[in-house]
């Protein structure tokens, strides 16, 4: 599907039957694709596009070790004992100091798990579209950037958001990004169709709230349009060599 103005997509790799979920929105934050697809289909419809920016959820490159090297820096003894907890890249250092709890990346990508692999897939078609990573593409039709899904929710609410597979924290975030002009269902309308009747018999309206994954991957699309259009109301993390984490806040708390 062709569109002609651009669009911001966030993609997010699975580990399931389709390798990718993406959501893609409009200028005006209209929600205009939403689907699972396998590398070939989202490539067919980001090269169908006149213009994009990709937000993908997951890891870009291997951690080079600057962690390490910064704990071992910091160390009373360097060098004479291992240092635990340095498979990661410094964004996720930074986002784990900041109490973000997210997955360290491995400093060799057959060490990873699939659902970065997948990612790595992405970062590798991209390129291969002509998509320029966002810091060094200013001005180009087609750029890309790294977030992440759980730090992205944290920021937006400005605490640790409750539990994504539990109804009540799909509420939460499904709030946090209606709230921001991201016309999609309105998760308050859940609670206009619960009724004495339905609450006893279990019949709860679950389709007015996104699943879990769909609220990651527009949270991912909300970043890519916030980094296109307003720039200065994004902050990113991390060393260029290993992958910047960009997040959808102008300012980010030392502790979550």
């Not at 990612?119 to 998509?131: E, N, S």
């Not at 999609?184 to 309206?205: A, H, N, Q, S």
Request: hydrophobic share 40%; aromatic share 8%; proline share 5%.
């Amino acid at each position: 599907m062709l569109f002609t103005d651009s669009v911001y997509v966030g993609i997010d790799p699975t580990s399931g039957r389709k390798a990718f979920t993406y959501a893609a929105l409009d200028r005006d934050l209209n929600l205009i694709a939403l689907a699972d697809a396998d590398l070939e289909e989202l490539t067919a419809f980001l090269g169908g596009q006149r213009a994009a920016v990709v937000a993908v959820n997951g890891p870009s490159a291997i951690n080079r070790g600057l962690v390490r090297k910064k704990l071992e820096s910091e160390s009373l003894t360097p060098g004479l004992h291992q240092i635990r907890g340095a498979e990661m890249r410094l964004a996720e250092y930074e986002l784990r100091e900041r109490g973000i709890s997210v997955s360290g990346t491995p400093g060799r990508a057959d060490l990873c798990p699939a659902w970065m692999q997948f990612g790595f897939q992405v970062y590798a078609r991209l390129a291969k579209l002509g998509f320029q990573e966002l810091s060094a593409g200013e001005g180009a039709d087609y750029r890309w950037l790294e977030t992440h899904p759980h730090a992205c929710f944290c920021v937006l609410l400005e605490q640790i958001p409750l539990p994504k597979p539990t109804l009540e924290g799909r509420l939460q975030r499904q709030l946090a990004l209606f709230e921001r002009g991201l016309r999609i269902k309105d998760p308050m309308d859940f609670f206009e169709e619960i009724t004495r009747f339905k609450l006893v018999k279990g019949i709860l309206p679950t389709e007015q709230i996104y699943p879990a994954e769909i609220l990651d991957v527009l949270a991912a699309g909300y970043t890519a349009w916030l980094a296109a259009n307003k720039p200065e109301q994004v902050t990113s993390l991390g060393n260029a060599s290993e992958g910047l984490i960009v997040l959808p806040a102008k300012e980010i708390k030392s502790k979550y």
